[in-house]
């Protein structure tokens, strides 16, 4: 029998606080390894007028990512959260390079994804490729700010990574947690989580991948994102009647739409 990946007092942080810090790597090293080289070469091949921070749904056009999208490493650090029946929503590596990484402005994910799905329920699993120090713009939270569809106002895309912000006066900047983790680790949250980042003035890269899972209860609204978003089955089986794409296969032309489109990741 396999021990659980987490114990009943961080499934309870979780459920309470909308995040959670296991405290071991999520990957042996040589699998991690292989994760990062990969995303090593991603980033060597990217244009030069595509920001870093903006490598979304890498997974469409690139089916070796589900090595890792659907580890057993992964998948048995979501399972304790949204049950055994497990969907991939979506992932997306957030790279702020070292002198001038963009600022994540304070949101929610779940507000970016609004009309995507019923009932809204998305887990997040936050992989450091490099250090995430306070120093190089690590992920910063709201503990228990769950309410996930706050006001927005709009903000300066040139310094920050989206165009809009949780109105001021609804975070309470007094309680952020920032959360700092070592390359190899990760945090898990809740979408509904009020959560941000600093800007990267360091001479430290800052690299994460992003892994969002969702319960296959969770119905996918494809009359509105059909034509620029798919999921596909993790772990189980289906609940709600989705439709699952084919993570052996390659779909460029969606990433390509997202794009033209102007669909993001948030």
């Known amino acids: 029998m ?26 042996p090293q040589a699998k991690f390894e292989g994760l990062k080289n990969h995303f090593e070469e991603k980033l060597a091949r990217l244009p030069d007028d595509v920001r870093p921070e903006n490598m979304d749904v890498p997974h469409f056009s690139d089916p070796k990512l589900f090595e890792w999208l659907f580890a057993d490493e992964v998948l048995d650090l979501v399972e304790p959260l949204i049950g055994p029946n497990i969907a991939l929503f979506s992932s997306h590596f957030i790279c702020k390079p070292r002198g001038n990484g963009k600022r994540v402005p304070w949101h929610e994910d779940s507000y970016y ?24 713009g ?67 890269r800052r690299c994460g991948y992003t892994m969002r899972y969702m319960p296959t209860s969770v119905k996918l ?9 798919q999921i596909y089955l993790a772990r189980g089986k289906d609940i709600a009647g989705n439709k ?17 489109s102007g669909r993001k990741g948030h």
């Open 221 to 229: 609204n494809t009359d509105f994102c059909g034509e620029w978003h």
């Open 138 to 204: 690590c992920m910063k939270v709201i503990p228990r700010a769950l309410g996930g569809f706050s006001e927005y106002d709009p903000v300066d895309e040139t310094k920050n990574v989206f165009g809009t912000e949780i109105k001021k006066h609804m975070v309470d900047e007094a309680r952020q947690v920032y959360l700092e983790l070592n390359q190899g680790q990760a945090s898990l949250h809740d979408s509904r989580l009020m959560h941000g980042s600093d800007p990267n003035n360091s001479n430290l």
């Open 2 to 27: 396999k021990t659980p990946r987490l114990n009943a007092a961080q499934i309870a942080q979780f459920k309470t606080e909308g995040y959670v810090i296991p405290t071991d790597a999520v990957f």
């Open 113 to 136: 994804w609004k009309g995507m799905m019923q009932p809204h329920e998305i887990c997040t699993v936050w992989l450091a490729i490099d250090p995430s120090k306070r120093e190089n």
């Open 244 to 260: 699952y794409a084919d993570h052996t296969q390659a779909y460029p032309h969606l990433a390509r739409y997202r794009e033209t």
